[in-house]
Every structure is written in structure tokens, then in C-alpha cells.
Nanobody, 119 residues
Framework: QVQLVESGGGLVQSGGSLRLSCAASGGTFSMGWFRQVSGKEREFVAAISWSGTSTYYADSVKGRFTISRDNAKNTVYLQMNSLKPEDTAVYYC???????????????WGQGTQVTVSS
């Protein structure tokens, strides 16, 4: 049984930083981070291959966010710097069979963690 548990969300001022963690159990997968604002579709943020050698980012976060993983700890991280109010959302980690940017291609999802950036 695969379980994903996110942590690290919270309230931060514009320009600040947060690091999200996603602890996975039940296997090693390609991993992704997505975010969703109430009333809007879930959108891709970043993804990383199971080996960690390939990473992908949405244009809106490129240069500010960094995805990484520690397979010894079965944990994926999302370091978020230079946060903006428009980054406010519930952030979800997801696990799938291959690295991609599409919500529909991920098989397992965490419960989400709220990130709020104040102006």
C-alpha cells in the first residue's frame, strides 16, 4: 500500500521561503508536486525522476523552486524561495510510474498541505 504524507506548509511573507516534504511508503516512484487553489484546476509545479537525475518545473516557479529527493529516506522535497502571493495554494505530492507533468498520469496522492504567502 502506497502512502504519501506531506508536511512543511504554513504562512510566510512575500519573498520568504518554505520547504515542503513528502514522505513516501510502499515503493519508489517518479514524484511530482502540484498545487490547487479553491475553484481552480490542480496545476503542475515540479517533478523528479525516481533516480533524481531528471527534474521538470512549471515556468511560473522555475528559478525559485527546487525539487529534490532522498531515496534512503523515501522523501521528496520542494524548496520554495522568493515566494509570491500567487504561490498561495494547497500543495500536493504525487507518485507515478514515470516522470511527467500531467495530473492524470499520477497514481497516488498525498492529503495536501496549505501554503499561504502574505503580501
Amino acid at each position: 500500500q502506497v502512502q504519501l504524507v506531506e508536511s512543511g506548509g504554513g504562512l510566510v511573507q512575500s519573498g520568504g521561503s518554505l520547504r515542503l516534504s513528502c514522505a513516501a511508503s510502499g515503493g519508489t516512484f517518479s514524484m511530482g508536486w502540484f498545487r490547487q487553489v479553491s475553484g481552480k484546476e490542480r496545476e503542475f509545479v515540479a517533478a523528479i525522476s525516481w533516480s533524481g537525475t531528471s527534474t521538470y518545473y512549471a515556468d511560473s516557479v522555475k528559478g525559485r523552486f527546487t525539487i529534490s529527493r532522498d531515496n534512503a529516506k523515501n522523501t521528496v522535497y520542494l524548496q520554495m524561495n522568493s515566494l509570491k502571493p500567487e504561490d498561495t495554494a494547497v500543495y500536493y505530492c504525487a507518485a507515478g510510474g514515470y516522470t511527467n507533468t500531467r495530473v492524470s498520469q499520477y497514481d497516488y496522492w498525498g492529503q495536501g498541505t496549505q501554503v499561504t504567502v502574505s503580501s
